[in-house]
């Protein structure tokens, strides 16, 4: 039986990148099918649409979906709906992607790739869960109108709803729980208790759901405090589930602690173990077309890919371990580049993965 891999590249640096990682998924020759589909700009300005009926169809057909990036200056102007964001916000939710994994790990060969000194990052491997379908993301109701009250009486105001229903919370915990277990056994539920009622809700959700998981320690955290321990003392944490906004956030401060957020790659499930697996870091447009992006978080991305929707450790941990080869050869690409190493483009470090694995 052969697994069916929605394969969608997106914008930017995000065809070099998953070129790259599509490579070293053929080099291991496994019955996979890779489909290709646009996603995106690109999406849009082939078919008027970011994430097209024919991209969602086959993505929703797949045992999992390899993702590049999306996003382009060139489209801010459009509309929110027709937006390259919308194809990524369209995929979770259509799926039910809920859970999204966001490891922030330092390689030990990087570790003056970080702005923070060395002894306070050295070892960091800490995971962010971030609930990825529900939150002000998505609440309804949303939008721009005149204020029907208060203070501003008549002006245009925005507006968005954050909500969260109790199942919704219990879920994410569980897997917060779980993923403690199969570490050091510590979670940290971060939310803003103190003002929000949604955050009240979380809490007590969390608190109640931990009474299974009597072997984990569970904290709590405001979010601005959390904002602030990361940079502290970041290898205090183990653990970190929270909400879709202030997961969004803590997710890329928590990458930059590595200082190579080219490096990080992601998963997002839903309940029946199908995934969408990508790169932390987004299409960057800037440096397109050039031949230099960083194709290893996305390689990386693949590996959770082969680990978490098709069971297969033994792969994942090759690919895995091919990175860590590459890396302790002194190979870089320009983001993670200092002197004494040696420079290479993108396909150059997917032609040493290969070599390694
Ligand atoms: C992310 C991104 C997205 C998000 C954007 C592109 C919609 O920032 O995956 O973290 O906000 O979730
Ligand atoms: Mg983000």
């Known amino acids: 039986m052969s697994h069916r891999i929605a394969v969608l590249p997106g914008d930017g640096i995000g065809h070099e990148i998953i070129e790259q990682a599509v490579r070293v998924l053929t080099a291991l020759n496994l019955p996979l099918t890779l489909e290709h589909a646009p996603v995106g700009g690109t999406a849009f300005d082939l078919h008027g649409h970011p994430l ?17 990036a999306v996003g382009d200056w060139k489209y801010d102007k459009l509309p929110r709906e027709h937006r390259p964001e919308q194809a990524i916000l369209g995929l979770r939710k ?24 060395p002894e306070v ?3 960091l491997d ?16 949303r939008g721009i109108r ?8 008549g002006e245009r105001e925005g507006f968005d709803t954050m909500r969260y229903a109790e199942s919704e919370i219990r879920r994410i915990a569980h897997l917060g729980f779980q993923a403690a277990q199969k570490r050091q056994g510590r979670l940290c539920s971060v939310d803003k208790a103190n003002v929000l009622e949604t955050s009240q809700l979380w809490r007590d959700v969390v608190t109640d759901v931990a009474r299974e ?27 970190i589930v929270t909400g879709n906004l202030f997961g969004d956030i803590l997710s890329d401060e928590a990458s930059m602690l ?13 309940a029946a173990g199908q995934g969408l697996y990508e790169p932390s870091h987004g299409s960057a447009p800037d440096i397109a077309g050039q031949g230099i992006a960083n194709p290893l978080a996305t390689i990386l991305s ?29 190979l870089r690409t320009v983001d993670i580049f200092e002197p004494g190493t040696t420079k290479v483009s993108t396909a150059a470090m997917g032609d040493a993965v290969l070599a390694a694995l």
Request: proline fraction near 7%; charged fraction near 15%; charge should be negative.
């Open 302 to 330: 693949a590996a959770m890919l082969l680990r978490y929707s098709l069971n297969d450790e033994a792969s994942a941990s090759r690919i895995e371990a091919a990175v860590r080869k590459v890396l302790s050869d002194g």
């Open 146 to 153: 005149n204020a029907p009250d208060g203070a501003f009486k």
């Open 121 to 123: 990052v050295s070892g």
């Open 52 to 68: 097209p009926p024919a991209t969602l169809a086959l993505a929703q057909s797949s045992a999992a979906v390899l993702f590049g």
């Open 126 to 141: 800490l995971l962010i869960l971030r609930e990825l379908t529900g939150d002000i993301y998505f609440g309804q109701p």
């Open 213 to 239: 998981y009597p072997d984990v320690e569970l904290s709590h955290m405001y979010v601005d405090n959390a904002a602030m321990q990361l940079v502290r003392a970041p290898k205090a944490f183990d653990v």
């Open 94 to 117: 259509a799926m039910g992607l809920f859970a999204n994994f966001r490891p922030a790990i330092l390689y030990p060969e990087l570790a003056n790739a970080s702005s923070l000194k």
């Open 258 to 270: 590595t200082g190579s957020i080219g490096m990080l790659p992601s998963a997002s499930l839903n």
